[in-house]
């Protein structure tokens, strides 16, 4: 039971365009969401971070975009750069106690 | 400041065999958890502790055992080593749960892989 869903494997930008990373989620417990960037042969590192009683959290060149009713969230990266290439993870939180992470989006910003 | 360390960042194993990964974190951070990430399967749990002495099971925790005798140390052994236990494993703190404000801190993994 994927409880939290990134349905999209890859998605490839140009360099200055907009990427937008799309997740799911069926748990309506889940009240915190994040995400977070992983480069190859390191672990993952916090990016941003939505609490549910939001709908939007920006945070320089990325923003988070919750909507509740359709257990959606998405993330903005505006502009894009290559530095940007990584695998992006969407997670929930129930309560605070544990995660539970997407199967990942690579993106990768041509330059 | 190291944060979280793993070692080894490689094995490989045969069969039946058994190792411990281990975790260790200078955060002085209460919660420790144990990952998995599989080819296109995400990160799943497979133990955590919200401090020294106590641990819980997270979503796989077959196959798996831990301890938490103290607050920077988080070991994960396997037993009988199986070729489904092949896998990247990810040793994470953070100071409170996963909660606003407590981001979880990743190690950079070990690779094992089980022949």
């Known amino acids: 039971d994927q409880q939290v869903k990134q349905n999209s494997p890859s998605l490839s930008v140009q360099e200055g365009r907009i990427s937008i990373l799309n997740c799911d989620y069926t748990?309506?417990?889940?009240?915190?969401f994040l995400w977070y960037k992983k480069y190859p042969a390191e672990g993952p590192t916090f990016l941003i971070s939505i609490s549910s009683i939001k709908d939007k959290n920006e945070d320089g060149r990325f923003t988070v975009f919750l909507n509740k009713s359709a257990k959606h969230l998405s993330l903005h990266i505006v502009p894009s750069q290559p530095g940007d290439s990584a695998v992006y993870f969407c997670a929930a939180s129930d309560r605070g106690s544990r995660l539970t992470f997407g199967e990942g989006t690579q993106l990768t910003v041509n330059p | 400041n190291a944060g979280v360390t793993q070692t080894p960042k490689f094995r490989i194993l045969k069969i039946g065999q058994s190792m411990t990964l281990q975790c260790t974190q200078d955060m002085n951070h209460n919660y420790m958890y144990w990952y998995r990430q599989d080819p296109g399967m995400g990160l799943k749990l497979i133990y955590y502790s919200v401090g020294a002495g106590i641990t819980d099971k997270g979503e796989v925790p077959n196959g798996y055992n831990v301890s938490r005798s103290t607050t920077e140390d988080f070991p994960l052994r396997l037993e009988l080593a199986a070729p489904s236990q092949t896998s990247v494993y990810f040793c994470?703190?953070?100071?409170?749960?996963?909660?606003?404000?407590?981001?979880?801190?990743f190690g950079n993994g070990t690779r094992l892989t089980v022949t």
């Open positions: 994470a703190s953070s100071p409170a749960g996963t909660g606003p404000g407590s981001p979880l801190h």
């Open positions: 748990n309506s417990m889940f009240d915190y």
